[in-house]
């Protein structure tokens, strides 16, 4: 017998039963009063999560298309933008950018850690002339597993008036985030990360500065147009066919989520990290990213040597029916990557982190079996100590 | 009691239990060989409806989405475009070309009617010159109920080189379109009509010609660029995140259009057509639509002297669970529309027509009951009969 299998993918994660069973629900009219009570309840939810009361559209689409919303609504071409990266979400933000016209000026920071807020403090100030019209950032750089403290950017940026547009696709509600406090500008998210819906819907919040740019942008558009969506979102409409079922899978997924709390999602969140990172390190096994920089969503770590990475999740997915993602681009076979985001039952990490020892034993990389699960008991045990005080 | 609700919208439409039990499954690796099987399987399938070998891509969108991907992939700023419309949909068309810089030349004819192809044939064989780059047309017109005849239409442009771009968006599968056939260049359509799945995904069909002119195309794309999205598919992927559970969804829905043929579902939807315009003359009530210009999909009824549309439509609603669509723009109050498109019982129809005709007394219009569903039930008799022979 196959046993249910192990998703521990940086997105798309599990979906909970509860999710699931709403989704199963008939079509409705989306026109009707029915369709309104859910997006007025969703769009109230989300903004929860991104800790904003300012403008929330939610549009039919992958998380890629919300980074297109953001850069034809509220970057002009001919603008210049500063695109921070630090893997290849941050090179696709910034390949959007250019590709409507705007001027991008790139600064990269190594794979692995996260950007340097000194170095972006030292951009703006040079910047006299306020040629800058935006910055853009990754939240959680989910091809390295490491994270930008997004708040010290923002701060780092000093009164410069550009813009800060945040793709936060796989970091919300995973990782801190605080939009109106920290001044975050645009913020954009998808379902299938921490939401636990399937792939489909994305998430673009923005405030009234945005919003004052975008009435002045020269982009061409039509889908992604703010303007049409806040006309139709007063109406408790969307302009197009809205993806109904997953509508009601966020419904369900969002009562959930504020049924737990937001902070206690974090936390849980930071107890999958150190779960994992403990549990890899004692099993000899060296990590992508610094602690300073590492995620709560995604754990990246290197092969050890003499046996690529892809043989491993393949004997994992062979013998265990447990999915890890690889290393994208340049980092293929170099690393793998577990995803420990959304929907994840904490035991589940001790039986992943089992597997592998069993899987590297197998494949030649010497581990006392147990020692990984040990520790990443230690911390579980810790975590649930904290609880109970 | 309230009953189950009688869903006769012309999309979202009706999901079958084999569609819902198949998109209730777990979430899988996108970029793994699960997923690779089912993206082949099903882009063939969409072909197949489309009578088409040539190009498909599906997007993570409502059906907007599609036409948006239509336009900016196949036609360039300042590109003369000729924009038939016959109604909502047809000006929303011509409204994203105008968004996306094209010189747009609409060609209006009256709502309730389809398309002159004498008058296409006119104005191509003007164009001597051949500044028009492309014919923009919509297949089926939901907001009134009529269709233009494809096939004609493409045969009247005669040699003329521009493009054919077809919203096929609600007519696919329920209306005849043979793609290669009658020489279509771009056709657009949508999961949540006669695909029987919820809204999310759309499908666009392309031949080489087509895509020919998108290598030399001048708009500003990513989310909906066909060479990227050809890129992954040659892999059995997508190039951003796809909705999986749609994609479950998709791929049933096409397995029950597969094993039912193509040919006997156009002849369901016609007999619906049939049931539906019968019943409702019989019932003294004014079609919106000529014979002629008929839809297999949605049939839009004038609504009796002094009883307005919506009031009907709220009866309905409130006395039998049963969801009609209403009025577009000028039509509000003036019209009721039922969809009759995808997962819909012949006898569910029947069941439709009697709640009208209760309603119909109660607000104050003479109807003899029975009238109405009599007449359909010959319809439907006579179509189980062919069905025999």
């Known amino acids: ?34 369709f309104k009570a859910i997006i007025e309840e969703v769009t109230a939810g989300v903004k929860q999560i991104c800790r904003t009361q300012g403008n929330l559209l939610i549009y039919p689409s992958s ?35 250019r590709r409507f016209g705007a001027c991008v000026e790139k600064m990269e920071f190594a794979w692995g850690s996260g950007a340097d807020p000194e170095q972006v403090r030292l951009r703006m100030e040079q910047d006299v002339d306020q040629e800058i019209k ?68 994305c998430f673009m919040a923005f405030n009234d500065r945005a919003l004052e740019t975008q009435r002045k942008n020269l982009n061409n558009k039509y889908y992604w147009d703010v303007s049409l969506g806040l006309e139709y979102l007063a109406k408790g409409q969307t302009p197009f066919t809205p993806p109904i079922s997953l509508y009601y899978g966020l419904q369900e997924a969002l009562r959930m989520m504020l049924e737990e709390g937001l902070d206690s999602i974090l936390q849980r969140h930071t107890a999958y990290r150190e779960m994992v990172r403990t549990g890899l390190r004692a099993m000899g096994l060296e990590l992508f990213t610094a602690d300073q920089y590492a995620s709560n969503a995604v ?77 990443a008991q230690q911390v579980l045990m810790r975590v649930h100590g904290d609880r109970q005080k």
């Open 299 to 375: 754990t990246s770590v290197r092969a050890p040597g003499g046996i690529g990475a892809n043989r491993i999740r393949k004997y994992m997915l062979d013998e265990f029916n447990t999915i890890l993602a690889g290393g994208q681009q340049n980092l293929d076979d170099a690393i793998f990557r577990l995803g420990h985001l959304g929907y994840i039952r904490e035991l589940d990490i001790i039986s992943v982190l089992a597997a592998l020892e069993i899987t590297l034993v197998k494949l030649g990389h010497p581990v006392e079996l147990g020692a990984g699960v040990r520790e």
């Open 63 to 97: 998380g890629t298309g919300g980074l297109e919303a953001a850069v034809v609504n509220f970057i002009s071409p001919g603008d210049k933008v500063l695109a921070i990266s630090i893997g290849v979400f941050g090179d696709r933000f910034a390949e959007i950018a």
């Open 1 to 34: 017998m196959k046993s249910a299998q192990y998703l521990l993918l940086p997105g798309p994660t599990p979906i909970p039963l509860r999710v699931a069973r709403a989704m199963d629900r008939p079509m409705i009219n989306h026109r009707g009063p029915e």
């Open 134 to 201: 935006a910055v853009l950032i990754t939240h959680n750089e989910t091809s390295t597993g490491a994270y930008n403290d997004i708040k010290k950017i923002r701060q780092a940026m000093g009164g410069h008036p550009a813009l800060m547009l945040v793709d936060a696709v796989s970091g919300l509600a995973a990782i801190e985030l605080r939009m109106d406090e920290w001044n975050l500008d645009v913020v954009v998210s998808g379902s299938q990360k921490a939401f636990m819906i399937p792939p489909g819907l």
